[in-house]
Each structure stands twice: as structure tokens, then as C-alpha cells.
Nanobody
Framework: QVHLVESGGGLVQAGGSLRLSCAAS????????VGWFRQAPGKEREFLAA????????VYADSVRGRFTISRDRAKSTLYLQMDSLRFEDTAVYYC????????????????????WGQGTQVTVSS
């Protein structure tokens, strides 16, 4: 079993920055793939960014490319999402997720590929 816990969300003004963290515990021995998704009320869950835990093969959604940066600290078993130049439309609940497989880039945005999900952390951007 794998347990993921997001943190770092909050209220920020448009143009500001936040860094989200996702701490993993349990059976995290497989290298696999990790990613970030978000969901606004009444909207579908949206892919943001993903990477292989090894550090290779990073993918970003068009909506966040150039503004968000995904990274990880293997020693701390922690995934990060640095969010800069935040916009009102970035307001959502943000989730981290993990797949036990080393996904190819074209599969990283597919939600069904991820078996483990965190509880989510709220990000609210004021206009």
C-alpha cells in the first residue's frame, strides 16, 4: 500500500506563487511515475504535470507549461509542484498521484494509469 499526502495549498493573489508538496509513505519501492492533477468544482479532473521517479521523461500540460515546475526529492520520498504566475483559473483542488509503472510520455496524462492518489489540497487564487 502507498499513502500520499499533499500540503502547501492556500490563498494567493493572482501573479503570486505557491509550492505544493506530496509526501509518500508505505510501499514506495517501485520507481514508477508520479504526477499532479487538479479539479475545480463542476469540472473534470485535469492533468498538470508528471515525471518518472528516476527523473527522466517529464511532461507538462499546455495550460501550465512555463509556469509550473514538477520535481522530486528521492531521499525524502517527496514530490513538489512549484506554481508561479498564478491565475484565477488555477483555483482548484490539487492532487498528487503515483503509478507503479514507468509510463511513456504519451500515457502520463491518463488518470487511469495512476493507482494511488492523495486527498488533495485547496489552492485559491484571488483576482
Amino acid at each position: 500500500q502507498v499513502h500520499l499526502v499533499e500540503s502547501g495549498g492556500g490563498l494567493v493573489q493572482a501573479g503570486g506563487s505557491l509550492r505544493l508538496s506530496c509526501a509518500a509513505s508505505g510501499r514506495t519501492f517501485t520507481d514508477g511515475t508520479v504526477g499532479w492533477f487538479r479539479q475545480a468544482p463542476g469540472k473534470e479532473r485535469e492533468f498538470l504535470a508528471a515525471m518518472r521517479w528516476s527523473g527522466t521523461t517529464t511532461v507538462y500540460a499546455d495550460s501550465v507549461r512555463g509556469r509550473f515546475t514538477i520535481s522530486r526529492d528521492r531521499a525524502k520520498s517527496t514530490l513538489y509542484l512549484q506554481m508561479d504566475s498564478l491565475r484565477f483559473e488555477d483555483t482548484a483542488v490539487y492532487y498528487c498521484a503515483r503509478s507503479p509503472r514507468g509510463l511513456i510520455a504519451s500515457s502520463m496524462s491518463t488518470q487511469s494509469q495512476y493507482e494511488y492518489w492523495g486527498q488533495g489540497t485547496q489552492v485559491t487564487v484571488s483576482s
